[in-house]
């Protein structure tokens, strides 16, 4: 049976959990389980599942994450749980408008969790709002290829 995927949504205005839910969708489609949580009241146990994480975050202020993953963020940050046996990606939404934090909202998710030991499969998704895509359909396309990754192997990151 395959990996459970387990999509955790930063998001101020909604676009990352439309992403999620269509994320979520195409996976689905392709027989795999998944659910989506949003970050808001998740502590530093939330990688404790046996799943595949997949990081949907938006970005903002200056570079930061989103509010609803503030608490989320600070308490990996302070609790520092050991997360060597957590696999993930990433999804970071951003605007290339803010050319000095654009995806800073995910790529420290991406920094954080590296750090606390856990393992990317693939490259992140970075997303940028003045693309003229839609993040939603973007994103959609890219999970399908990355969730290959998840039961071979071959594209987590050393
Ligand atoms: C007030 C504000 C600040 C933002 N700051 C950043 C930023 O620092 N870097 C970036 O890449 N995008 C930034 N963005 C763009 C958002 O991350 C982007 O529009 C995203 O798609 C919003 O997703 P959400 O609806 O899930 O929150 C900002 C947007 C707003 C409205």
Redo the contacts with the bound molecule.
């Keep these: 049976m395959s990996t459970r995927v387990s999509i955790l949504v930063?998001?101020?205005?909604?676009?990352?959990?439309?992403?999620a839910s269509e994320v979520q969708a195409a996976l689905e489609a392709t027989g795999r389980e998944v659910d989506v949580r949003l970050m808001d009241d998740l502590g530093a146990d939330a990688f404790a599942e046996d799943a595949v994480y997949l990081i949907c975050?938006?970005?903002?202020?200056?570079?930061?994450v989103?509010d609803n993953a503030q608490a989320f963020f600070s308490a990996l940050e302070s609790e520092r749980p050991d997360l060597h046996e957590v696999r993930y990606g990433l999804i970071s939404?951003?605007?290339?408008?803010?050319k000095a934090?654009?995806?800073?909202?995910g790529l420290r998710f991406d920094a954080l969790l590296t750090e606390l030991g856990a393992k990317r499969i693939g490259d992140a998704l970075l997303?940028?709002?003045g693309s003229g895509t839609l993040?939603e359909d973007v994103a959609a396309e890219w999970s399908v290829a990355w969730a290959q990754g998840i039961e071979n192997g071959r594209n987590v990151a050393a």
């Design positions: 930063g998001t101020m205005t909604g676009t990352a959990e439309l992403v975050t938006s970005t903002y202020g200056n570079g930061d989103p939404l951003g605007d290339r408008t803010y934090t654009f995806c800073q909202g997303h940028d709002a993040p």
